[in-house]
């Protein structure tokens, strides 16, 4: 198995656009979650999905931030409009059955906001 | 509100040492505590601990858990230059009703081992 995989590896953009992050997780895993790690805060947990569901998004920051699970594959994190203070790194992981010591990252996505 | 609290933030060891490093914490109805060593991308697993008292042991890594006193360790022994990385504290809780298995993670310690 590849592991969880992230897209992009890099983003830069300009305050006010959108982004998006991808995520597509563990084949036969059924527990997703999206983190973010900045200096400051260490690792945060923004959303947390189990069987493709949203159980608890208590961690979003705001409005601004949403997510989705459409299937079992694949997760999309949006950010709209994104500011500087968004800047981060966003990790996205996933795991069976919500197994925390079965937990796997992906290699996240480093999110530049200028 | 739960929290994990890693100390020290940062260490600078030679080759050889032995290093210990610190987690506390306050969570509501705690079920685990687990280690884990992030080098340049994704955290990787270490340890999990749900007993107090019982030393968990991987090669030179060992790690032992408090539950009276809410802490845990982590030991490295005869530390490489292999062992630098920020090592992570995160203490798995449920929200109300047991919905979640959340994972409140430290700020993490960086180790840093020259030779």
């Known amino acids: 198995d590849a592991g969880v995989i992230q897209s992009p590896r890099h983003e830069v953009t300009e305050m006010g656009q959108e982004v998006t992050l991808r995520c597509k997780p563990i084949?036969?895993?059924?527990?997703l979650f999206w983190y973010r790690q900045t200096m400051m805060r260490g690792l945060e947990l923004l959303i947390y999905f189990n069987n493709n569901v949203p159980i608890d998004d208590s961690g979003m920051p705001e409005d601004r931030f949403s997510a989705k699970m459409p299937n079992a594959s694949f997760s999309t994190l949006k950010i709209q409009p994104s500011e500087p203070r968004d800047s981060a790194v966003y990790f996205c992981?996933?795991?069976?059955?919500?197994?925390?010591?079965?937990?796997?990252f992906g290699s996240g996505t480093q999110l530049s906001v200028l | 509100e739960d929290k994990v609290v890693q100390s020290p933030l940062s260490l600078v060891v030679h080759e050889g040492d032995t290093v210990t490093l610190n987690c506390s914490y306050e969570?509501?109805?705690?079920?685990?505590l687990l280690w884990y060593k992030q080098e340049k991308k994704a955290p990787t697993f270490l340890f999990m601990l749900t007993s107090s008292g019982i030393e968990k042991k991987s090669g030179r890594l060992s790690s032992i858990l408090d539950k009276k006193e809410l802490f845990s360790i982590l030991n490295i022994t005869a530390t490489q230059t292999g062992d630098s990385a920020v090592y992570l504290c995160a203490v798995e809780g449920t929200t109300y009703g047991g919905a979640t298995n959340k994972l409140i993670f430290g700020t993490g310690t960086l180790l840093a081992v020259q030779p």
């Open positions: 992981a996933s795991t069976f059955r919500r197994a925390n010591e079965k937990l796997f």
């Open positions: 084949s036969g895993h059924n527990s």
């Open positions: 969570v509501t109805n705690f079920r685990s």
